[in-house]
Protein backbone atom coordinates (compact mmCIF):
# COMPACT_ATOMS: atom_id res chain seq x y z
CA UNK A 1 0.00 0.00 0.00
CA UNK A 2 1.53 3.46 -0.73
CA UNK A 3 2.66 5.84 2.06
CA UNK A 4 3.57 8.73 2.77
CA UNK A 5 7.48 8.83 4.02
CA UNK A 6 9.27 11.34 5.74
CA UNK A 7 12.68 12.60 6.42
CA UNK A 8 14.98 13.03 9.30
CA UNK A 9 12.81 10.82 12.10
CA UNK A 10 14.51 12.84 14.12
CA UNK A 11 16.44 16.47 13.24
CA UNK A 12 18.33 18.67 16.44
CA UNK A 13 19.07 21.78 15.56
CA UNK A 14 20.80 25.10 17.75
CA UNK A 15 18.16 27.55 17.63
CA UNK A 16 18.75 30.43 14.64
CA UNK A 17 20.07 27.77 12.45
CA UNK A 18 17.77 26.96 8.86
CA UNK A 19 16.06 23.46 9.05
CA UNK A 20 14.17 21.47 5.29
CA UNK A 21 12.16 19.12 6.37
CA UNK A 22 11.49 16.55 3.62
CA UNK A 23 8.44 14.65 2.67
CA UNK A 24 7.47 12.11 -0.23
CA UNK A 25 3.54 12.14 -0.70
CA UNK A 26 1.89 9.32 -2.03
CA UNK A 27 2.74 9.62 -6.13
CA UNK A 28 -0.91 10.50 -7.75
CA UNK A 29 -1.78 13.10 -4.92
CA UNK A 30 -2.12 16.71 -5.80
CA UNK A 31 -2.92 18.32 -2.20
CA UNK A 32 -0.34 18.66 0.17
CA UNK A 33 -0.30 19.21 3.75
CA UNK A 34 2.04 19.86 6.76
CA UNK A 35 0.77 19.91 10.47
CA UNK A 36 2.52 20.18 13.38
CA UNK A 37 1.60 18.54 16.80
CA UNK A 38 3.83 20.45 20.08
CA UNK A 39 4.44 17.77 22.53
CA UNK A 40 1.15 16.84 24.39
CA UNK A 41 -0.71 19.03 22.51
CA UNK A 42 -3.21 19.12 19.69
CA UNK A 43 -1.79 18.97 16.24
CA UNK A 44 -1.86 21.86 14.37
CA UNK A 45 -2.33 22.92 10.50
CA UNK A 46 0.14 24.86 8.85
CA UNK A 47 -0.30 24.77 5.01
CA UNK A 48 -2.23 23.47 2.22
CA UNK A 49 -0.18 23.34 -1.27
CA UNK A 50 -1.90 22.71 -4.46
CA UNK A 51 -0.97 23.31 -8.28
CA UNK A 52 2.29 24.40 -7.14
CA UNK A 53 1.10 27.39 -5.25
CA UNK A 54 -0.45 27.89 -1.23
CA UNK A 55 -3.80 27.38 -1.19
CA UNK A 56 -4.30 27.78 2.79
CA UNK A 57 -2.44 29.13 5.63
CA UNK A 58 -2.75 29.17 9.58
CA UNK A 59 -1.68 31.82 11.72
CA UNK A 60 1.39 29.98 12.74
CA UNK A 61 3.09 29.49 8.80
CA UNK A 62 4.65 32.78 9.30
CA UNK A 63 7.70 34.08 7.23
CA UNK A 64 10.17 31.77 8.67
CA UNK A 65 8.22 29.48 6.91
CA UNK A 66 8.28 28.35 3.58
CA UNK A 67 6.89 25.51 1.20
CA UNK A 68 8.37 23.73 -1.97
CA UNK A 69 8.14 20.67 -4.12
CA UNK A 70 10.89 21.29 -5.89
CA UNK A 71 10.59 18.14 -8.43
CA UNK A 72 7.92 15.87 -9.26
CA UNK A 73 8.40 13.93 -5.66
CA UNK A 74 9.28 15.97 -2.80
CA UNK A 75 7.83 18.32 -0.68
CA UNK A 76 9.75 20.19 1.79
CA UNK A 77 9.56 22.78 4.60
CA UNK A 78 11.76 25.36 5.49
CA UNK A 79 12.13 27.18 8.55
CA UNK A 80 14.61 29.48 8.24
CA UNK A 81 15.37 30.48 11.57
CA UNK A 82 14.71 28.34 14.16
CA UNK A 83 12.98 29.26 17.68
CA UNK A 84 12.92 26.66 20.61
CA UNK A 85 8.99 27.17 20.43
CA UNK A 86 9.22 25.06 16.99
CA UNK A 87 10.45 22.09 18.63
CA UNK A 88 7.60 19.54 17.60
CA UNK A 89 6.59 17.05 15.76
CA UNK A 90 6.28 17.95 11.89
CA UNK A 91 3.68 15.32 10.02
CA UNK A 92 3.21 15.73 5.85
CA UNK A 93 0.14 14.58 4.89
CA UNK A 94 -1.64 14.06 1.23
CA UNK A 95 -4.60 13.49 -0.43
CA UNK A 96 -5.87 12.40 -3.69
CA UNK A 97 -7.73 14.65 -6.14
CA UNK A 98 -9.76 16.67 -4.08
CA UNK A 99 -10.08 18.73 -0.80
CA UNK A 100 -12.40 16.18 0.51
CA UNK A 101 -10.01 12.64 0.01
CA UNK A 102 -8.59 11.20 2.77
CA UNK A 103 -6.00 12.86 4.09
CA UNK A 104 -2.56 10.31 4.64
CA UNK A 105 -0.24 10.94 7.28
CA UNK A 106 3.88 10.62 7.61
CA UNK A 107 5.13 9.36 10.57
CA UNK A 108 6.48 12.62 11.07
CA UNK A 109 9.74 14.70 11.58
CA UNK A 110 10.91 15.49 15.42
CA UNK A 111 12.17 18.88 15.35
CA UNK A 112 14.40 19.52 18.79
CA UNK A 113 15.49 22.94 19.01
CA UNK A 114 18.13 23.62 21.26
CA UNK B 1 -13.81 30.25 14.78
CA UNK B 2 -14.37 26.87 13.71
CA UNK B 3 -13.40 24.87 16.67
CA UNK B 4 -13.42 21.15 17.58
CA UNK B 5 -14.09 20.04 21.27
CA UNK B 6 -12.83 16.87 23.26
CA UNK B 7 -14.84 16.92 26.27
CA UNK B 8 -12.39 14.21 27.54
CA UNK B 9 -8.91 14.35 28.22
CA UNK B 10 -8.73 10.83 29.32
CA UNK B 11 -10.58 7.38 29.42
CA UNK B 12 -9.84 4.88 31.15
CA UNK B 13 -11.71 1.66 30.15
CA UNK B 14 -11.73 -1.67 30.94
CA UNK B 15 -10.81 -4.43 28.30
CA UNK B 16 -14.45 -5.97 26.56
CA UNK B 17 -15.95 -3.07 27.54
CA UNK B 18 -17.78 -0.52 25.58
CA UNK B 19 -16.32 3.59 24.82
CA UNK B 20 -17.81 6.62 23.38
CA UNK B 21 -15.59 9.63 23.05
CA UNK B 22 -16.95 12.96 22.77
CA UNK B 23 -16.73 15.23 19.84
CA UNK B 24 -18.42 18.46 19.90
CA UNK B 25 -17.57 21.09 16.80
CA UNK B 26 -18.59 24.56 16.26
CA UNK B 27 -21.30 24.74 13.33
CA UNK B 28 -20.60 25.73 9.58
CA UNK B 29 -22.18 25.51 6.31
CA UNK B 30 -20.08 22.83 5.30
CA UNK B 31 -19.53 19.59 7.43
CA UNK B 32 -16.91 17.41 7.18
CA UNK B 33 -15.76 15.48 10.28
CA UNK B 34 -13.29 12.88 10.85
CA UNK B 35 -11.74 10.83 13.49
CA UNK B 36 -8.15 10.06 13.55
CA UNK B 37 -6.04 7.51 15.89
CA UNK B 38 -2.65 7.70 16.68
CA UNK B 39 -0.22 5.16 18.52
CA UNK B 40 2.87 6.19 20.81
CA UNK B 41 5.52 7.26 18.12
CA UNK B 42 3.39 7.05 15.07
CA UNK B 43 1.55 9.58 12.45
CA UNK B 44 -2.47 9.96 12.44
CA UNK B 45 -4.65 7.20 10.87
CA UNK B 46 -7.80 7.64 9.29
CA UNK B 47 -10.66 5.62 11.86
CA UNK B 48 -13.52 7.30 9.95
CA UNK B 49 -14.73 10.30 8.19
CA UNK B 50 -18.52 12.04 7.67
CA UNK B 51 -18.88 13.90 4.88
CA UNK B 52 -22.45 13.75 3.87
CA UNK B 53 -25.47 10.50 3.74
CA UNK B 54 -26.11 8.41 6.47
CA UNK B 55 -25.51 9.95 9.94
CA UNK B 56 -24.33 6.61 11.53
CA UNK B 57 -20.47 5.96 9.88
CA UNK B 58 -18.93 3.00 10.41
CA UNK B 59 -14.63 2.57 9.93
CA UNK B 60 -12.06 0.74 10.57
CA UNK B 61 -11.07 -1.63 13.87
CA UNK B 62 -14.76 -1.67 14.78
CA UNK B 63 -15.14 1.81 15.60
CA UNK B 64 -18.09 3.90 14.38
CA UNK B 65 -19.14 7.68 14.90
CA UNK B 66 -22.61 9.07 14.73
CA UNK B 67 -23.27 12.64 13.32
CA UNK B 68 -25.66 14.34 15.13
CA UNK B 69 -26.25 17.81 13.65
CA UNK B 70 -28.65 19.18 16.21
CA UNK B 71 -26.45 18.62 18.44
CA UNK B 72 -23.30 19.71 16.66
CA UNK B 73 -21.88 16.37 17.79
CA UNK B 74 -19.98 13.01 15.92
CA UNK B 75 -18.78 10.85 18.69
CA UNK B 76 -17.14 7.85 18.33
CA UNK B 77 -18.01 4.58 20.09
CA UNK B 78 -17.08 0.88 19.77
CA UNK B 79 -18.38 -2.19 21.71
CA UNK B 80 -16.15 -3.56 23.13
CA UNK B 81 -12.12 -2.50 23.64
CA UNK B 82 -9.31 -4.50 23.15
CA UNK B 83 -5.38 -3.23 24.81
CA UNK B 84 -4.75 -2.83 21.29
CA UNK B 85 -7.23 0.30 21.43
CA UNK B 86 -5.13 2.17 23.66
CA UNK B 87 -4.28 5.39 22.11
CA UNK B 88 -4.65 9.25 21.27
CA UNK B 89 -7.38 9.46 19.68
CA UNK B 90 -8.39 13.16 17.45
CA UNK B 91 -11.66 14.35 16.25
CA UNK B 92 -11.18 17.41 13.25
CA UNK B 93 -13.34 19.23 11.70
CA UNK B 94 -12.87 20.22 7.39
CA UNK B 95 -8.92 18.70 7.73
CA UNK B 96 -7.98 21.64 9.28
CA UNK B 97 -9.20 22.05 12.95
CA UNK B 98 -8.37 19.43 15.34
CA UNK B 99 -9.68 18.77 18.70
CA UNK B 100 -7.22 18.63 21.68
CA UNK B 101 -7.28 14.79 21.45
CA UNK B 102 -8.21 12.55 24.17
CA UNK B 103 -6.22 9.53 25.83
CA UNK B 104 -7.92 5.68 25.50
CA UNK B 105 -6.51 3.88 27.82
CA UNK B 106 -7.74 0.24 28.10
CA UNK B 107 -7.68 -1.80 31.39
CA UNK B 108 -6.64 -5.76 31.74
Known amino acids: EPEVTQTPSHQVTQMGQEVILRCVPI?????FYWYRQILGQKVEFLVS????????KSEIFDDQFSVERPDGSNFTLKIRSTKLEDSAMYFC????????????FGPGTRLTVL | AQSVTQLDSQVPVFEEAPVELRCNYS??????LFWYVQYPNQGLQLLLK??????LVKGINGFEAEFNKSQTSFHLRKPSVHISDTAEYFC??????FGTGTRLKVLA
Open chain 1, 49 to 56: FYNNEISE
Open chain 1, 27 to 31: SNHLY
Open chain 2, 92 to 97: AHYKYI
Open chain 2, 50 to 55: YLSGST
Open chain 2, 27 to 32: SSVSVY
Open chain 1, 93 to 104: ASSGTSGRDTQY
